[in-house]
């Protein structure tokens, strides 16, 4: 048959990297190095040269390996994970990924790389390896300790800030500049797509696939999965964004089906089998020279990772009022980078952005930390012990201080009840809100082309414009009651907090109804302000604007029970299959 | 990244898979069908047009998935289930394939095909589908019938001799002519080959996986067992066999392993993912003209295939003693083609000897007999029915008759131990010549390469001729002293049945002992000629020749007991191997 060079090369690969990872087990180092260094040795640059023929299709299936760790990545993510994560993993995984871009580009600049370069460098060394990280606490049995599911916590937040920074660097590298306001209009679109992507497949994907194992066929079920996870990730490039992010996102939301556990064995072996090709692969790319050439940086920039996660993670940590030895042990536990920083090279290299020796470099610093990092969790404890030792008792105690006031400050019985109801009322504000601004964006996206479709019809141009704006208006009905209702009972509490007798008197009531009835109102009016700036493109005339909005104010108060109907059923549907979810 | 066609072409696939399969599912047909009407929809010849962007990415994938499939058949194979199964599938199973590859040779013919069409033809029409039965006994909830375990059983038969088809077919199109001599040297290679490969593959690869298994590491296990794959596959193909030959055997090694389990475990959901892109693979050649335009022989072909089966098998199974029931049930159930015809179809197209045409006939051909294969397992008890009363009474006493000989002929109590026995021997004296012939034949094969190295030390070509043949005479000596040993015991064995007392007298003891030294004595000669025929090109000068056998015979004669040893242990290992299985 015709492809026996690619047989060979698998074989080739699968021989070798099975040799070498039998001998890293044995040296009781991840099984990922060994892939790398197993793609080292069949390489172009290291004798016996000429092992591998079709590098084109190795590395067709070194992007179905990406496709799949990510994926995994998604599935081990859960939506509610990310809600149970403490303020520790928020306040540690910000000040690490700002400090390490910084850092990394800085050392890009101070090594006079160019701009893409430092940036990519930076991107690269933000994000720490969940993959090793595993590892290492499970060789160290440390698995289940308070600061390994800090830790844990930590990189689910770094796995969702990662993505945005693809989509942030994808942008950028085709744009060639960074602009603030490229950045927030990114981050908005962003945050938008993957709350509409995930309210929407949260809703479809779990009760599709519990349809499709109702069939007990293993098969069924994974070519399902497939087809959704490729599908997805189609989709997602057709929007313009990094393939990587939808994989991790179909990931994220079938991570909320009932069958995950059985669709996690599924994929498992596929996994496995790409990304041994992904990391060989990358191995493949390594050049002895460059790293000779670039020993001088390679230096520079792991003893950055190493220093810059330890004090970015621990002081991250302990500033959100975990102790010292903790705050230590979570900041030495992320000190090194792994594939995120791969995917992220691969990505510059793949846009063309970045230069040739970035690559091996970050695999030559993600070897070197991996190694590093058991050494590192043990060394947490010794250090901390003689930091504790070093440090100027004065300096000691207000770290001290620091630790008491924090507790003092954070709400406490009712308080605490009451900032909890707020955040959730705000987050379900929020959704709503951007699934209306999700209609009101594909409106106007499909606007044109719905026109021309509409040009028999209706042929004026400002009419078709009323027609679109306003089915987008109608359709954002239910969502727009929804946050109004919630807004409403959050200024209704906010009023009963506020406005206390002893201050407003005998007015207090009055007081408290005014407010209660004027935030919502305000509130909606910017919305409409807002809605009507994004829409903009489709906005009709004034004139069929004020009879949209009369009409759909006469919808709304003639369906208004029926819309909060409407709503409530998604609302339990989602909830449901965020809750009914078996312990994994 | 650059590989986005690739991947929408995936999407595509496993998308309409994914529905079609569902469909195909509530239908109650087989999935293999919804892969090929799935991929037929997707074709280039039917709209949507132009849905598969990367044609030649695609069939490399589903060569590995040509790959996988075969290698799971080789899991499910197992070399103790063939040892086991009866008379019945030999018989059926050889009746079978003769009759079926004349039918099909003979059908090609009548068309005014040319004759590798017409013998490609007959392959096609050969085997059975495992796939398409199983999923039929499954449905029809038949699986531990007696008459479906016969079925298993033909299967497993099939297999082997579609595997000797397979490679047959490989050395005729290369050469472009039939000749019995060709096909008895090349069956002969492919048999020493297979024994060789098995007789090593046991003794090695089950130790190694179970050492891998001890690292309790699904991915290392899982790589290992890929690796091993390809690189026997890639062996094979060196060999210049099949990689479709190479999968199944490294499959029917690894399935004595005791990690059988937890192999198929992990490799079914890569299988299920390639196999898928196989099998849609195939739905996109099929050009619905095609199809109109051979209509007819589609007809004929099919029908052939349905009688033809259920003849040759029902007939294979009343001979080896069943009654006309189970026959009956044996022949209608096995009356389909599939998998190993379309690999088959392959093997001709990518060897560029067939016509184009050949391949969608084989598909729809499958099609056909795969949708009717189960009213035909649920119509064999009434057409019995129908049978029994329409044949006149005297051919069903002749049956009957037929039927009760056989009983009363098979060899029963002592009898059946004594056949049992020799039957153990022949096979044991078997496999150790085939490993005297392998290692001479090995010798053969690089006896010119080795003389080049060796000519800086040994000028003389004959001194080096007589090096290599000796050394080959060395290595083979413990499987000649094993067979001498077997061979002996046998006769001992014969002279004590066939020299009774009542002839011999008080001879009997003598004419024993000279029948038992004389026939293994005379067969070590056959043996030696045997040898020096097959060895002919590295066979040293006469006086060497007479020094070598010299030396060879005083070794044996030393190293007797040392040589019984050392083949003890490899054969305790391999039954070991073989024994120690868990039952799955």
Redesign the interface.
Known sequence: ????S???D??VI??????V??VF?RLKQP?VLGYIVAGFIIGPHTPPFGLIHDED?I??LA??GV?FLMFCLGLEFSLRKLFKVGATAFIAAFLEIMLMIWIGYEIGQFFAWNTMDSLFLGAILAISSTTIIVKALNDLKMKNQRFAQLIFGVLIVEDILGIGIIALLSGIAVSGTVSSGEVISTVGKLSLFMIVALVIGILVVPRLLAY?AK?E????L???V??????F??LV?KLEY??VLGAFLIGAIMAESRQLAKIEH?????R??FS?IFFVAIGLMIDPKILLDYAWPIAVITVAVVLGKMISCGLGAFIAGNDGKTSLRVGMGLSQIGEFSFIIA??GM?LQVTSDFLYPVAVAVSAITTLLTPYLIRAADPLSHTLGAIVPAPVARVFGLYGEWLRSIQPQGQGAVLAAMIRKILLQVGINLALVIAIFFTGAFFAERIGVYFSDWVSDVGQQKAWIWGAALLLSLPFLIAAYRKLKALSMLLAEISVKPEMAGRHTARVRRVIAEVIPLLSLMVIFLLIALLSSSMLPTREWLMLIVVVAAAVAAVLWRWFIRVHTRMQIALLETLGNHPES
């Open positions: 048959m015709h492809a026996i690619f047989i060979q698998l074989a699968m021989l070798i990297a099975g040799v990872t039998v087990h099984v299709t590395k067709t992007e179905l496709i499709v069939f066929s293993n098969e069924m994974l070519i399902t497939l087809g959704l996870c490729f599908g990730c189609l490039v990094s393939m599924l994929v498992e072996p596929i496995d089998m041994a691969a990505l793949t």
